[in-house]
């Protein structure tokens, strides 16, 4: 039946819609964060006491708007595909952590844990043949 039929050949531009929609998303929802200053930062960054880091607030803040804001841009790309997802993986992890903390419900942290998720799975995937990665570090020819 043409419905369960295997469709593995449009793997490439699947991902390709998935990195572009998610990374376009993270990347608006990062950059008020970006933006936001110092202060913003601080705020953002105070999560990090949660996993025993309670020094720098303004730093840990702006690398988490920075993996949002330009980690979704070099997703939606797919370019250094794998680190931009470890990066977005961590402070996905740690916007979990801080909304279960809070005693936030599920309804709260739900996108956070989601997108770890997401991310997480795509890292071993790896940004398809639609990639900047995929031009300027092509994988190595099979030879079997």
């Known amino acids: 039946m043409a419905l369960f039929e295997n469709r593995y050949r449009t793997h490439d531009f699947g991902l390709l819609a998935l990195r ?6 993270f990347t608006i929802h ?6 936001g200053g110092p202060e913003a ?14 020094f720098a607030p303004a730093f840990w803040g702006f ?3 920075a993996a949002e804001a330009v980690g979704g841009q070099l997703i939606a790309i797919g370019l250094f595909f794998r680190w931009a997802c470890a990066l977005l993986l961590v402070t996905m992890v740690v916007a979990t952590i801080m909304h279960l903390s ?3 419900d599920f309804n709260t942290y739900s996108h956070a844990l989601e997108a770890a998720f997401l ?3 795509l890292a071993f995937t790896g940004p ?3 990639s900047v990665d995929q031009l300027l570090f092509p994988a190595p020819r099979r030879l079997y």
């Open 128 to 130: 398809g043949k639609y």
């Open 20 to 25: 572009v929609g998610i990374g376009v998303m």
């Open 102 to 104: 809070s005693g936030h």
């Open 30 to 35: 990062g950059y008020p964060k970006l933006t």
């Open 63 to 65: 690398l988490a708007a």
């Open 41 to 54: 930062w601080a705020q953002v960054g105070g999560a990090m006491k949660l996993v025993g880091l309670d």
């Open 119 to 121: 991310f997480f799975g």
